[in-house]
């Protein structure tokens, strides 16, 4: 079956740079949901997406924004990064507001 | 106080006993209760979704609800190693249907 799919996995950036986060959730799934996760933490929660439209907002930063597009993908933009941006990043995807599906994640780390 | 509540752990349980993980919420109205098992590194992955008192059985997991109690636990049966990890419980459906609110997670090890 087929999964969330995060890009890029990896992702190395200096303070002060700007990053961008990419989410193609699962087929015909309508909500996406942004998490960050700090070492030893559980995720928190930063942003949602219903039909592409926000559905909830969480504690992301002002210097952080997303969207969901037409075809369903999000997209998470981060400027003015700070060492303490360092987390895993994850997209998930459900159906509705459901069962949420986690993606593999993105490893930031700003130097 | 954290809006859901788990024990931290470490807990540490003999290979083929049963591990029993427990977890409790604050916000009398949530509808949706979820354990998620995340390896280290990893991204968490759904093992059971519970939404109606009483159990519910997959496999070697069964999830067990009371919404009086305002309590969810998780009992994995014939635990193998390959079941350490830290076990999150998640709840929605309370103040907010979209955000999944998380406990701090319990760290499982299970001992060969």
């Known amino acids: 079956a087929a999964g969330v799919i995060q890009s890029p996995r990896h992702l190395i950036k200096e303070k002060r740079e700007t990053a961008t986060l990419k989410c193609y959730p699962i087929?015909?799934?309508?909500?996406v949901y942004w998490y960050q996760q700090g070492p030893g933490q559980d995720p928190q929660f930063l942003i949602s997406f219903y039909e592409k439209m926000q559905s909830d907002k969480g504690s992301i930063p002002d210097r952080f924004s997303a969207q969901q597009f037409s075809d369903y993908h999000s997209e998470l933009n981060m400027s003015s990064l700070e060492l303490g941006d360092s987390a895993l990043y994850f997209c998930?995807?459900?159906?509705?507001?459901?069962?949420?599906?986690f993606g593999p994640g993105t490893r930031l780390t700003v130097l | 106080q954290k809006e859901v509540e788990q024990n931290s752990g470490p807990l540490s349980v003999p290979e083929g006993a049963i591990a029993s993980l427990n977890c409790t919420y604050s916000d009398r109205v949530s509808q949706s209760f979820f354990w998620y098992r995340q390896y280290s590194g990893k991204s968490p992955e759904l093992i059971m979704s519970?939404?109606s008192n009483g159990d519910k059985e997959d496999g070697r997991f069964t999830a067990q609800l009371n919404k009086a109690s305002q309590y969810v636990s998780l009992l994995i049966r014939d635990s193998q190693p390959s079941d350490s990890a830290t076990y999150l419980c998640?709840?929605?459906?309370?103040?907010?249907?979209?955000?999944?609110?998380w406990g701090a997670g319990t760290k499982l090890i299970i001992k060969p």
């Open positions: 519970i939404y």
């Open positions: 998640a709840v929605n459906g309370g103040r907010s249907n979209y955000q999944l609110i």
């Open positions: 998930a995807s459900s159906l509705t507001n459901n069962e949420q599906f």
């Open positions: 087929p015909r799934h309508d909500t």
